[in-house]
């Protein structure tokens, strides 16, 4: 069992900056790969990143590549998600989650992969 607890949602202009971060409690936070979805309402849950266990492999959504960086500290068992050059159709609830039966250098990209779930952080972007 792990708990995540997101962090670091807001209200910000288009074009500006967001970090987000979940804070993993429980098992050993290397046994999980991590990503972050998103959900507006009445759609579903949409994939954003991932990051496999250790951190060596990275996967994005089209729609924020180039834009979303997603990273982890193990020592601090945190994943994080940058955000730049946010633009209004960014905004969504924001999840943290993780995977506790992926391999190594797995980036699983499905929401039903993913065993835990974090209560979601708002973002809001302003044109």
């Known amino acids: 069992q792990v708990q995540l607890v997101e962090s670091g949602g807001g209200l910000v202009q288009a074009g500006g900056s967001l970090r987000l971060s979940c804070a993993a409690a429980g098992r050993t936070f290397t046994n999980y790969a991590m990503a972050w979805f998103r959900q507006t309402p009445g759609d579903d849950r949409e994939f954003v990143a991932v990051?496999?266990?250790?951190?060596?492999?990275?996967y994005y959504a089209e729609s924020v590549k180039g834009r979303f960086t997603i990273s982890r500290d193990n020592a601090k068992n945190t994943v994080y998600l940058q955000m730049n050059s946010l633009k209004p159709e960014d905004t969504a609830v924001y999840y943290c989650a993780a995977d506790r039966n992926a391999q190594v250098l797995d980036v699983p990209r499905s929401p039903p992969e993913y065993d835990y779930w974090g209560q979601g952080t708002q973002v809001t972007v302003s044109s």
């Open positions: 990051i496999s266990r250790i951190g060596g492999r990275t």
